[in-house]
């Protein structure tokens, strides 16, 4: 009587124990593998348990290493939203995203651009006031501020150069975070030099925090224009 290759496999799906009680035939079965060299059943289940313990192992390596980045973008997350809660003013706003958030975060290009209905020193290094209708439907910025989530990613020239203005050179990736209580303050534009350091399809946690933290201190820092 012939037997069936699926019924084989049938076979020793159901009855899992079958080379348990057969051990013999484990050093007689031979297994091909990809470079074409016939090994034993035994040998070719060690070989791929020692493939899944490295691939376990690169794995563990790589929550390890995401653990601490995490940890470490918390650290200067916390460190920066603390500075902001403690301002007393815009100027003081200026030196913690300076500090904080340009030099702690690496990011060259930073970049506070708050509605001209609000008053705006013009002597801050990292703040600028920018007219109100870039906000409105149809504005050179509307997106960043009806989305309502960090947007990220690259921008066309000319988006670019209304964020950063004569920094325009120095950046090639952007995150963008309105700044809404209320009232649209305004937003705060980073930027890179390197076109994949903000890309679309990363955690936006870390700006959430930063973005909700300005939009909460800024109420009581401005004053409208007159």
Request: glycine content about 4%.
């Amino acid at each position: 009587m012939s037997v069936e290759s699926d019924q084989v496999v049938t076979f020793l799906t159901d009855h899992p124990e079958f080379f348990v009680e057969h051990p013999e035939l484990v050093r007689q079965l031979k297994i091909p593998t990809d470079a074409g060299i016939a090994i034993s059943l035994a040998e070719f289940q060690i070989r791929k348990l020692r493939e899944q313990v490295a691939s376990l192992e690169r794995e563990n390596d790589h929550m390890i290493e995401t653990a601490r980045i995490n940890s470490v973008l918390f650290e200067r997350t916390r460190s920066l939203v603390l500075a902001l809660l403690d301002a007393q003013d815009l100027e003081d706003v200026s030196v913690a995203l300076d500090e904080k958030l340009a030099q702690g975060f690496d990011i060259p290009v930073v970049r506070l651009l708050l509605s001209d209905q609000f008053q705006v020193p013009d002597s801050l290094p990292l703040i600028a006031p920018i007219q109100r209708t870039a906000f409105e439907d149809g504005g050179a910025l509307a997106h960043a501020i009806s989305d309502q989530a960090p947007w990220i990613g690259r921008l066309t020239k000319e988006r670019r150069h209304t964020l950063f203005g004569d920094a325009i050179k120095q950046v090639e990736s952007c995150a963008t975070l309105g700044l809404i209580r209320g009232h649209t303050y305004g937003l705060l534009a980073l930027g890179h030099p390197d076109p994949t350091h903000f890309q679309s399809n990363q955690d936006t946690l870390f700006l959430d925090h930063i973005g909700e933290a300005l939009a909460m201190i800024l109420p009581r820092l401005v004053q409208p224009a007159d």
